[in-house]
Every structure is written in C-alpha cells, then in structure tokens.
C-alpha cells in the first residue's frame, strides 16, 4: 500500500504575521524538518521587484527556493499578476511530476485565484496520485462558485485513482465543506478527529481555514502545527497528515 506525507501551507508572501520581518529562509528550514514528501503552498512569490531592490538575500521565486534540492519536482500557477510581480499556488514534489495545469477560478473584477492540479508518479502506486492546491476568495459568494469549478475539477479525475486537494479554503463558516462532501471527499481532520482543524490565527488557531481532502485515499494521523516555529512563520498554522491508498 502506497503512503506519502503531505502539508499544506499559506506561506504569506514569506513574511511573517504583520509583514515586519522577511521569514523564508526559515521558513524553508521549518519545511525542511517536517521532510514531507508532497508541499501544498498558496500565496507563494514567483516574482517581485520591488521587494528584490530592497530585501536583503531576496531569493527571486520564492517556490524554487523553499524546493531547494529535497524536493527536485515543483509547479507553480501563477494567479495574481501586478506591475512589478505575481504569486500564487506552487507544488513540491519528491516524486516525478506527470503533467500540471492551473485553472483560473477568479472572479471578475476581484482577487484572482486558481487551482493548481498535478498529476504525479508515486512509485508502487498503481495509478498515479492527482494533487490538487487550493486557495479560495474571501467573499462566501465567490467561493460557492469557485467551489463549483473544484467539483468539476474533482469529477475529471478517474474514481480509482488517489486523489488530495489541500490549500487554504477561506471558508471559517464550514458552509463549502458541505458542498465538497457532497462531491465525494473526505476532509483528513473531520474523518479521523471528528472535525476540521483549526488553523487561522496561527498563534492562537481559532478558524478552520485549511484542509486536506482526500478521495480514493485515508489519512494518517493528521497534526496541526502550531508550535514554534511556525507560529512566527505565517498567519495560518500549516496542517500535516499521511496518505495512503
């Protein structure tokens, strides 16, 4: 039976809670640690001048530099494009990276947002693991309908093959978790601990923001991290769990 680790992460631009202080490179040592095999990243840095002028040891793409050399597989979809950069979602992979797509679920007129699904080759998997990272709108409106386009996203995905979607879903009311169990997933946190984590503020977690569904797929021991260091690193506590199929 394949099992692999996976984590999920709103990396907040690579600064810490009030944007005071530029964390990354400890933030990668504090991903590093945790040596999971699969990274879910929203709101990561593919480039952006102006902080490059005049942050010190600016890293350039903020998703190749937290890959270093443990993950040799990354993807990154690009959502929020601005005059003097862009971020969005970004995949790390121990494993070889089959295909990538991101599929824009912006709003017109609003945030942009998308959906960044990789298919990737787990070795002694029978089929190949589908990876699906999420970072959803602010506005409950917008998120029912980009909740829609990720059930569609999910139904495209073959019924047998292992299937985690994982990011930061906004959704501190619980009102989408309804809708995605309806479309066939399992959230990693409800299922083995009888409700979802809570992870938003990261220094005293109150809000579920952050999950990791899973289909065709069980997790293993689930954890919150919201210990030190990460409590410093970011305004959402990152989320851990096995997975196996």
Same mark, same amino acid.
């Given at each position: 039976?394949?099992?692999?680790?996976?984590?999920?992460?709103?990396?907040?631009?690579?600064?810490?809670?009030?944007?005071?202080?530029?964390?990354?490179?400890?933030?990668?040592?504090?991903?590093?640690?945790?040596?999971?095999?699969?990274?879910?990243?929203?709101?990561?840095?593919?480039?952006?001048?102006?902080?490059?002028?005049?942050?010190?040891?600016?890293?350039?793409?903020?998703?190749?530099?937290?890959?270093?050399?443990?993950?040799?597989?990354?993807?990154?979809?690009?959502?929020?494009?601005?005059?003097?950069?862009?971020?969005?979602?970004?995949?790390?992979?121990?494993?070889?990276?089959?295909?990538? #797509?991101?599929?824009? !679920?912006s709003v017109r007129g609003h945030e942009? $947002? +998308?959906?960044? *699904?990789?298919? @990737?080759?787990?070795? &002694?998997?029978?089929?190949?693991?589908?990876?699906?990272?999420?970072?959803?709108?602010?506005?409950?409106?917008?998120?029912?309908?980009?909740?829609?386009?990720?059930?569609?996203?999910?139904?495209?995905?073959?019924?047998? #093959?292992?299937?985690? !979607?994982?990011?930061?879903?906004?959704?501190? $009311? +619980?009102?989408? *978790?309804?809708? @995605?169990?309806?479309? &066939?997933?399992?959230?990693?946190?409800?299922?083995?601990?009888?409700?979802?984590?809570?992870?938003?503020?990261?220094?005293r977690p109150l809000l579920p923001l952050?999950?990791?569904?899973?289909?065709?797929?069980?997790?293993?021991?689930?954890?919150?991290?919201?210990?030190?260091?990460?409590?410093?690193?970011?305004?959402?506590?990152?989320?851990?769990?096995?997975?196996?199929?």
């Amino acid at each position: 039976m394949p099992s692999i680790t996976v984590l999920t992460l709103n990396a907040h631009m690579g600064f810490n809670l009030f944007n005071r202080r530029f964390v990354l490179p400890e933030l990668r040592e504090a991903i590093r640690a945790v040596s999971a095999d699969v990274v879910f990243l929203q709101e990561v840095m593919g480039e952006h001048a102006l902080h490059a002028a005049r942050v010190p040891g600016w890293p350039g793409a903020q998703y190749e530099f937290l890959a270093d050399s443990l993950w040799q597989e990354h993807a990154y979809g690009r959502n929020a494009a601005y005059p003097h950069g862009h971020h969005g979602n970004a995949l790390l992979s121990k494993f070889p990276i089959l295909s990538q #797509a991101n599929r824009d !679920v912006s709003v017109r007129g609003h945030e942009e $947002r +998308g959906l960044l *699904h990789c298919v @990737l080759d787990v070795p &002694g998997s029978a089929l190949p693991l589908h990876a699906i990272c999420v970072h959803l709108g602010l506005r409950e409106s917008h998120r029912r309908r980009q909740l829609q386009l990720l059930c569609e996203e999910v139904r495209e995905v073959p019924d047998a #093959a292992p299937l985690v !979607v994982a990011g930061d879903f906004n959704d501190w $009311r +619980g009102r989408g *978790h309804r809708m @995605l169990r309806d479309c &066939g997933l399992v959230e990693a946190f409800e299922d083995g601990n009888g409700r979802l984590a809570r992870t938003f503020p990261a220094r005293r977690p109150l809000l579920p923001l952050d999950r990791i569904y899973l289909r065709a797929a069980r997790a293993l021991q689930p954890g919150v991290l919201s210990l030190r260091p990460w409590t410093h690193l970011s305004d959402h506590a990152p989320l851990v769990s096995g997975v196996a199929w």
